[in-house]
């Protein structure tokens, strides 16, 4: 036993409210195998305080690795919803297999994703598989970062990844970040927007922030002022101030950085080193800071009697959700859901829109990275997962009786996987 696994289960009453809505970061990870997802995901989970075992990927405890066979394997095979608390916002972190074997579900999670992190390998660059994973969720019109990873790594070249990245896979990445050190000497980075620095000691020890190293500053202005042009060639209201005044303020930067990130004509890169915990926490706040929420996302797409209709995501609307996951476990069989629109509470009654049977919600869980924690009902824009559903496959939707609507065709037979 890994003893990572979610043993209790806390009930709470807490609920997200319709402003509260606007905190919560439905993302991805996005990655070729080996490239560092779990590792990411991992710190993420370590710093949002998910967890407080401390898992290694080599030695099998990974939070989100729930199943033996997945860590025989070495990879991700089952998508596995975990959420996270950070800096005033919720992070569900949704797992996106980063094998091709498994298509059928990274197209499923792409699907319940509201952005994601594309982690590149800083020696490899783009690799065949990241070029896969990403036109699929160029499909899906996932708005996405990328995190130059494994920077601590001999042969680490954050330009030349960058230049591969522009090259296979998106015309105008926009470099947020100047590293510090090389290497083995990787200590950190320069935040091109506030012009700080950001280092990082050895061991748990979070960001130390300070003034950008004297012998960086001129390279830091030069790079600041190479992101400040790619930024007004591509945002309106950018050029007009970098027309004005020649320059770009960091409010400016970061609004506009926001924008070409949610349209995706931009693509924010920042850089880390996962392994050593490095440049984690500027990736959360970028996710927070560029990343939509599910209020920003349109309104999802269902039919219903051959006609369409289109849900925004209000909790008072009715309710409608996509299962996008069925996990076998200890606990029950977990039907992972994310709520498109409306509210649904302990106790009732669903339609499984694609197979016209009954479902009942008898528990609704937040799994953590440690726990679950039940709660009483789940909003629009959430992502939940449910006890009771007996049936419901991925791919269903599951709707209010009343309301019937469908948001994507049965899908073809997906096994219930067993997590003993
Ligand atoms: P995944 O297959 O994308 O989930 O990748 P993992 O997170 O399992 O990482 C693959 C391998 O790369 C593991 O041996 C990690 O320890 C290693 N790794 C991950 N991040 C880093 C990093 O920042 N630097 C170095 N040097 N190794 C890393």
Redesign the pocket.
């Known amino acids: 036993s890994t003893g990572t696994r979610p043993t209790g289960t806390r009930t709470t009453t807490g609920t997200l409210s319709t402003g509260a809505l606007s905190t919560v970061r439905n993302l991805g990870i996005l ?12 710190r993420i989970l370590y710093l949002a305080g998910a967890t407080h075992k401390r898992g ?3 030695h099998g405890t ?1 939070v989100t690795d729930f199943d033996p066979q997945e860590r025989d394997r ?3 095979i089952f998508a596995a919803a975990v959420s996270c608390d950070w800096d005033g916002h919720r992070i569900n972190l949704i797992d996106t297999p ?1 094998h091709v074997d498994f298509s059928d579900e990274v197209e499923r999670s792409l699907r319940v994703l509201d952005g994601a992190v594309a ?1 590149f390998d800083a020696v490899a660059g783009v690799e065949p598989q990241s070029e896969s994973v990403w036109r699929k969720a160029d499909r899906h019109g996932v708005p996405r970062i990328a995190f130059v ?5 001999a042969g680490a070249d954050l330009d030349s990844a960058v230049g591969s990245i522009r090259r296979r896979l998106h015309p105008a990445p926009l470099v947020v970040q100047l590293p510090i050190g090389q290497e083995d000497g990787f200590t950190g980075v320069v935040d091109l927007l506030r012009m700080r620095a950001l280092t990082w000691a050895d061991g748990q020890g979070g960001a130390v922030e300070g003034p950008v190293p004297a012998e960086l500053a001129e390279e830091a202005r030069r790079r600041r002022r190479l992101l400040e042009e790619a930024v007004a060639e591509l945002h309106p209201g950018a050029l007009e101030e970098f027309c004005e005044h020649s320059a770009l303020s960091a409010a400016t930067l970061a609004t506009a950085l926001r924008d070409l990130t949610r349209t995706g004509e931009g693509l924010v890169v920042l850089c ?5 915990n490095r440049g984690i926490e500027p990736l959360l706040a970028a996710v927070v800071a560029y990343l939509p929420s599910p209020l920003d996302v349109p309104p999802v797409r269902g039919t219903h009697g051959g006609g369409e209709q289109r849900r925004a995501a209000d909790p008072a609307a009715p309710f409608a959700a996509l299962v996008f996951k069925v996990n076998s476990t200890a606990t029950g069989r977990l039907t992972y859901l994310r709520v498109y629109s409306g509210t649904i509470e302990k106790g009732a009654a669903v339609l499984d829109a694609g197979a016209r049977r009954t479902e009942r919600i008898s528990r609704i869980l937040r799994v953590q990275a440690d726990r679950h924690t039940e709660v009483d009902r789940a909003v629009a824009g959430d992502i939940v997962a449910v006890i009771g559903p007996k049936a419901a496959r991925a791919g269903a939707t599951l709707c209010l009786p009343a309301a019937p609507l469908l948001l994507e065709p049965p899908s073809v037979a997906d096994p219930v996987v067993s997590v003993a």
């Open positions: 990655a070729h195998v080996d490239a560092g997802k779990t590792t990411v995901t991992e290694e990927v080599h990974t070495g990879i991700t980063g982690v990873n494994k920077l601590d790594r880390g080193s996962a392994y050593r």
